[in-house]
């Protein structure tokens, strides 16, 4: 395998990255120049816990052509060229929607660093280019221009960071940097700063990617499985864990789900026509959304936050317009019809009663889904508190990410009517 180690290496450094919460889901993405002509990316829609060494792809530095990788390269590939091409003393370009430096792009200003050791890392001014949608080549182009000499970080208004570096430890600090940074001048803007969660829990490595199974051999213990596994993991990014909170997962061409509450440990059986408790909320939610594979209620820091704020967040991100779309005004807890209205128009989030419903089109997908509104509601408090204005996504953006989103989950829907497990859901 070309450049073996190198990969696996990336890997790590991407896994690393995830448990300190500087990436989620499968947003962000890293590049290491590997020799003159070429360098490594990470693969596009992958989550960063179910990469190996082969999936990161190996490019062609002049041509942003793919020699290897059995995944298809980052959209944001032209990207890490152009910053790597402007940079020739860097061999590493570190691509992140970290939470508190994201909240920091909806501002749409650059960033001043204060003090010595940050100013020495990132130079005395952090740039913030226009925004452009992701993986397009204006955007590669804003990117790169920004990166002069003397600059070795720049955000992206409501997407992200871009950091380079000599080698990933160097890129690395400076991720940490600049999100030290942008924490710092919000501390300072807020009159009543919120406590933030800690970012450096541990995930365990290697959770296993979801992919299609014909439904015959979908069977209960396999849908028992992946079901606590991916509560053990909501339960490390604290998204899981009060008794209240529920996760289900939909049997595909079939007429039940099974679901968990709070510390239960065996997930039990449910009918569609469940009419009775938590079940009855997830039946009738499954039935509104025949594309929803998989539902997760419950209450999470940001989350909470965000209800609290009594503000309806906005678009903010390309991602979070991709796969959570628009999310309506709270809905009072009981109230179906508002939750069914809620939902009804394709958004994978609406906030009940101060809980957050989650929905995603396979169990892998709930998962990503989840940590990604997480980093947006994170993101949108902290700017919002701030007092400056935020910026919205433009509605030209908004409109194509969603058509996109609602075509994934009219596939989803057919696919799962058909007792088939929907695939190919992760991508921008």
Known sequence: MMFEQARADLVDTCVAMADAGFLAGTGGNLARRVDP???LVTPSATDYYAMGPADICVMRLADTEQVAGDKMASVESGLHARVLQARPDCTVSVHTHQPIASAYTLLGRPLRTKTVEISRLLGQTVPCVAYAPSGTAELAQL??????AATHACLMRNHGVVCVGRDMGEGRARAVALEAACAEWFTARLEKAEPMPAMTEQLPQNQPRFSGTPSARF????????????VARFRVKGLYGNPDDSFSIRAPGQ???FIVQGAETRPRRSMMDASDGVAALHAHLYRARPDAGALLLGRSPWCTALAALGATIPLLFDEQARHIGKVKASVAAGDLPGLKEAVAGGANVAIVGGQRLCLGVTPERIVLNAELFEKCA???VIAHSSGAPVKSLPEKSCRFYIQRMLDDQARAAASLAAGRIPEGMNAY
């Open 219 to 230: 069977m209960k213990a396999q849908i028992e499985t992946l079901l606590l596994k991916d």
């Open 37 to 39: 002509e070429h360098f």
């Open 255 to 257: 007429s039940e789900f």
């Open 378 to 380: 994170k993101a949108f």
């Open 143 to 148: 990117v790169a221009d920004a990166f002069d």
